[in-house]
């Protein structure tokens, strides 16, 4: 199967089983579940699930074994979406491609989507009763608090109209958005049963696949189109975020953008045949437009 | 021990287990640590929490049993009085006797914060490793969801300035506070190995208790002392909450919450001299002036 083929697929399995999860519109209080699902689908790239699935597959495990986490670490990354897009933090009114959640709920009823869709990662994650249930859980859990999302979410805002080192943006990106997609691949090696090694592997895949992904998110607020994005573009300037090319220029960090995909490639062609899927995950992160 | 005794004590040992679990505030990124350990301490009267102790102990379990879920549920009930004072939700500027997290962090660290406890107590409660963790993970967080608290908060931001049914007030008060405090008493009781006649016990106990405790804190807005409550009062009536005294009166709101209360001592004493405790309690909260 090829890349495209494949990230369809997977997209749609899980997508049907985030609607399976999570509580129907026509369950009270209508207004909290209607907002839920509004954020959470259609949906941007799936990038995370679907590595998590790939990763599992890719060291002998099926999709079965890994989807509840796979659609837990989708609830976690759109809850930090929802909170994210708040007037309070970075105030972006649109988010894949339509309204952000508060502009279409309000504030309130966006802020407690997020909590609820984090708190529902949690039930997701109890639920689906694995045997390496402990080390899935504070994998994803170390990965998403101050130690991981939360904590590049808040030097993020923290460092926002300010000069920064090279070394805080790196903080930044690893822990802002490197951290859930890392442990995304981590998961999927743990669901499998994989050895040390292989999970250690993944973690490395994870975190350079992801450091080369938010660097070219970087890139593309210069350069990408709007509406291939799905929201607003060339803001990070205006609101005086840090940046790979805001700090480095655009030249280098198309480099070193490369240069972590590549390592990621490299990791994950390591596993030959089996590796191929996120072999070409790698590839294609390094070359994607939106 | 007498009450007082009891509650000093244990709201001690809950204050260092808290401390010991929680991130120093000298741990990087400092801001979002000292934000979180501000609203954590000194903290108010720690019910909940003890109330899990408390069952715990009075069906024949140890503190060191159910301490790590107490200090998860303080967490959770931390995590929503942030969430629940920001600006866009009630707009509450003070909290405990001194100034809510937003008015004191901004909002973005507040929200961050509210975030951030919440995943701690997952943290938490994974890592205290009890043999009866899974229903008690799931009763806690089904008691925190859109099935819960939230569910609670949400119903409550939705009525504010509306004419609501005694129907949905009871809903707002079953979910935004007995939940969390009903959820307390029978993880207490699960920490315990109780059968689970005493864990429904413990549970029906809890949301009589809650639902006294809601309806005296609606009672105490319209008649209570500022200084001992340590938060804003007199302010449903000119923000639209609904409560009991606007919906029922004050002379039958008296009544009602007495009735409650009456309920959970009676369960409580079914108990004999090992529930002694959790009968003070009870009776206790029919009694409260803050």
Do not use: W
């Not at 708190?119 to 249930?133: D, G």
């Not at 090279?166 to 994989?194: D, F, P, V």
């Amino acid at each position: 199967m090829n890349l495209k083929s494949y990230l369809q697929k997977k997209r749609k399995g899980i997508n049907r089983k985030l609607s399976d999860i999570l509580p129907r519109p026509t369950k009270y209080p209508y207004e909290i579940h209607r907002a839920m699902r509004y954020s959470i689908f259609p949906g941007g790239k799936r990038i995370r699930p679907i590595l998590a699935i790939a990763s599992c597959e890719a060291l002998g495990g099926k999709e079965k074994d890994v989807i509840a986490y796979a659609c837990a670490i989708e609830m976690i990354h759109t809850y930090s979406l929802i909170h994210d897009d708040l007037p309070a933090m970075d105030n972006d009114d649109t988010r894949r491609g339509k309204p952000a959640c508060h502009k279409a709920f309000g504030e309130a009823i966006a802020i407690l989507a997020g909590d609820a869709l984090l708190t529902y990662s949690l039930q997701t994650i109890i639920s689906a009763n694995h045997k390496n249930f402990e080390k899935i859980a504070i994998c994803l859990y170390n990965n998403s608090s101050t130690t991981g999302l939360i904590g590049g979410q808040v030097m993020d805002i923290l460092s926002e109209g300010k000069k920064i080192s090279s070394k805080t943006l790196n903080y930044i990106h690893k822990n802002k958005t490197a951290a859930l997609i890392s442990c995304s691949a981590e998961i999927g090696a743990l669901s499998a049963g994989a050895n040390l090694k292989d999970v250690e592997n993944m973690r490395k895949y994870g975190i350079n696949l992801g450091m080369a992904f938010q660097i070219t998110d970087d890139i593309l607020d210069v350069k990408g189109d709007e509406k291939k994005a799905g929201k607003k573009l060339r803001k990070d300037l205006s609101a005086g975020k840090n940046t790979y090319p805001g700090l480095h220029g655009l030249e280098k960090s198309i480099h070193i953008a490369k240069k972590y995909s590549r390592e990621a490639a490299k990791i994950a062609s390591s596993y030959g045949r089996k590796g191929k899927i996120l072999t070409e995950i790698a590839n294609f992160i390094s070359k994607r437009t939106s």
